[in-house]
Nanobody, 114 residues
Framework: QVQLVESGGGLVQAGGSLRLSCAAS????????MAWYRQAPGKQRELVAI???????NYADSVKGRFTISRDSAKNIMYLQMNRLKPEDTAVYYC????????WGQGTQVTVSS
């Protein structure tokens, strides 16, 4: 069973930065296209950023130019660098495979105050 563990969330003021980390069991981070998702209160989970096994990246329009997804293959960790955070970025952030997510982890809460 794949385990995904997200960390790095917290409370930050608008305009601030956070870096999220995703650790996974096995080689899932390297062998698969991976993504960061987020779910805000009362809203559906949405896809934020994707990184393919080859390293190509893609972003939701709402975060393009502010967020950067990356992967450290040696450490088997995926990151999401979030800059110029906005209150609307407040959500629980999850990592998982794409296009077919596996079991979800606990996520990490990001709260951006105005």
């Amino acid at each position: 069973q794949v385990q995904l563990v997200e960390s790095g969330g917290g409370l930050v003021q608008a305009g601030g930065s956070l870096r999220l980390s995703c650790a996974a069991s096995g080689s899932i981070l390297i062998a698969n296209a991976m993504a960061w998702y987020r779910q805000a209160p009362g809203k559906q989970r949405e896809l934020v950023a994707i990184i393919t096994s080859g390293g190509s990246t893609n972003y939701a329009d709402s975060v393009k130019g502010r967020f950067t997804i990356s992967r450290d293959s040696a450490k088997n960790i995926m990151y999401l660098q979030m800059n110029r955070l906005k209150p609307e970025d407040t959500a629980v952030y999850y990592c998982n495979t794409v296009p077919r997510p596996r079991d979800w982890g606990q996520g990490t809460q990001v709260t951006v105050s105005s």
